[in-house]
T-cell receptor, first 115, second 113 residues
């Protein structure tokens, strides 16, 4: 049990729609990162938020956006969904004091299918 | 940019066999190196880590040594168990002010009783 919960666990959308995925971090975790894990691949870094501001972004287009809230929850929003957006989306949180990511906790993910 | 290359799977072994999963990396600077494990239906869990050259990470009988000269971080275990069946990911962090992890593609390990 990592204390990081994601919702929903599964989601089906159609191409062109918009989706919001949610993550609830442990109390005190002021850093949250989102990853996309396509089938048979390793997770790819989307972006990170620290104290409600974006603090690093991977190679993803602007239609991937995020929000972080003071209550240790966060959202990943994806606009204009494409078929290739089908993947497992992982949220990871930490207290921002990690050295070598040893205190990075992952949720179980949201499986998004785009039809 | 940074990258991680893992040996392709799947890997199937008998219980008590010796395990090696190869991992090499490309990075600028001095990255930290990790092995994560993903059990079915669960999130990623940190298995072990090493933050500088020649460090050895170890946990639950697994070991990996940070080899800067060969840019490698191979995962080993002397005697695997059925409960070790999972997907294993090698990853690195560039330590440049955020906690971005770069992952390999993962290796699915199945242990047969």
């Amino acid at each position: 049990e990592t204390g990081v919960t994601q919702s929903p666990t599964h989601l089906i959308k159609t191409r062109g729609q918009q989706v919001t995925l949610r993550c609830s971090s442990q109390s005190g975790h002021n850093t949250v990162s989102w990853y996309q894990q396509a089938l048979g691949q390793g997770p790819q870094f989307i972006f990170q938020y620290y104290r409600e501001e974006e603090n690093g972004r991977g190679n993803f287009p602007p239609r991937f956006s995020g929000l972080q809230f003071p209550n240790y929850s966060s959202e990943l929003n994806v606009n204009a969904l494409e078929l290739d957006d089908s993947a497992l989306y992982l949220c990871a949180s930490s207290d921002g004091k990690a050295i070598g990511n040893e205190k990075l906790f992952f949720g179980s993910g949201t499986q998004l299918s785009v039809l | 940019g940074d990258s991680v290359t893992q040996m392709e799977g799947p890997v199937t072994l008998s219980e008590e066999a010796f395990l090696t999963i190869n991992c090499t990396y490309t990075a600028t600077g001095y990255p930290s190196l990790f092995w994560y494990v993903q059990y079915p239906g669960e999130g990623l869990q940190l298995l072990l880590k090493a933050t500088k050259a020649d460090d050895k990470g170890s946990n639950k009988g697994f070991e990996a040594t940070y080899r800067k000269e060969t840019t490698s971080f191979h995962l080993e275990k002397g005697s695997v168990q059925v409960s070790d069946s999972a997907v294993y990911f090698c990853a690195l962090s560039d330590n440049f002010g955020n906690e971005k992890l770069t992952f390999g593609t993962g290796t699915r390990l199945t242990i047969i009783p």
